[in-house]
């Protein structure tokens, strides 16, 4: 049973568009993270929100954190081929006291120049 | 400051042989954990452990085991390799949620 469920699950776009990843579930999250990973490496942690309705940015992302804490969604403004990866949402359920995450199957964005 | 470091960085192993994936991490972090990616399929969790000594099983553990004997390390045995093995393995270490993850072990069975 996939818990969290992320659409697209392939994104292929030019550079200087903008796009929105989702992450979505039924459950409730306590936190939620997102990564990114570049191929032959490991994700590498870009954001955490934990409050509902919680919106964070950094540079050109723009993070939220549904009001239900259930689904999240990443926006990209102006995308770059630096942006190419794959981006993996990741949720924290309970007091978090074992630091265990569910994640998402995955978003591979691909940004042509 | 190395973070989390994983070796041997690829393998190719035959089915029905064991090995041994590294894991060590320099954070002094409690909490680590065993992931394998597969295609399409995000991340896996195998085993966790929240300190030494203690050891819990994830969502996929069957033909695995870990063991913890020191905060630093966190290593991972296959047993008897079989082809669905086939993956990318990453662990990762934390304080609380937030993972920092190694570089990976790709493992191919045969």
């Known amino acids: 049973t996939q818990l969290l469920e992320q659409s697209p699950q392939f994104l292929s776009i030019q550079e200087g568009e903008n796009l929105t990843v989702y992450c979505n579930s039924s459950?409730?999250?306590?936190?939620l993270q997102w990564y990114r990973q570049e191929p032959g490496e490991g994700p590498v942690l870009l954001v955490t929100?934990?409050?509902?309705?919680e919106v964070k940015k950094l540079k050109r992302l723009t993070f939220q954190f549904g009001d239900a804490r259930k689904d999240s969604s990443l926006h990209i403004t102006a995308a770059q081929p630096g942006d190419t990866g794959l981006y993996l949402c990741a949720g924290a359920r309970g007091s978090g006291n074992t630091g265990k995450l569910i994640f998402g199957q995955g978003t591979t964005l691909q940004v042509k120049p | 400051n190395a973070g989390v470091t994983q070796t041997p960085k690829f393998r190719i192993l035959k089915i029905g042989q064991s090995m041994t994936l590294q894991c060590t991490q320099d954070?002094?972090?409690?909490?680590m954990y065993w992931y394998r990616q597969d295609p399409g399929m995000g991340l896996k969790l195998i085993y966790y452990?929240?300190?030494?000594?203690?050891?819990d099983k994830g969502e996929v553990p069957n033909g695995y085991n870990v063991s913890r004997s020191t905060t630093e390390d966190f290593p991972l045995r296959l047993e008897l390799a079989a082809p669905s093995q086939t993956s990318v393995y990453f662990c990762?270490?934390?304080?609380?949620?937030?993972?920092?993850f190694g570089p990976g072990t790709r493992l191919t069975v045969t």
């Open positions: 954070m002094n972090h409690n909490y």
């Open positions: 929100v934990v409050t509902g309705g």
């Open positions: 459950s409730v999250f306590s936190s």
């Open positions: 452990s929240v300190g030494a000594g203690i050891t």
């Open positions: 990762a270490s934390s304080y609380g949620v937030e993972q920092y």
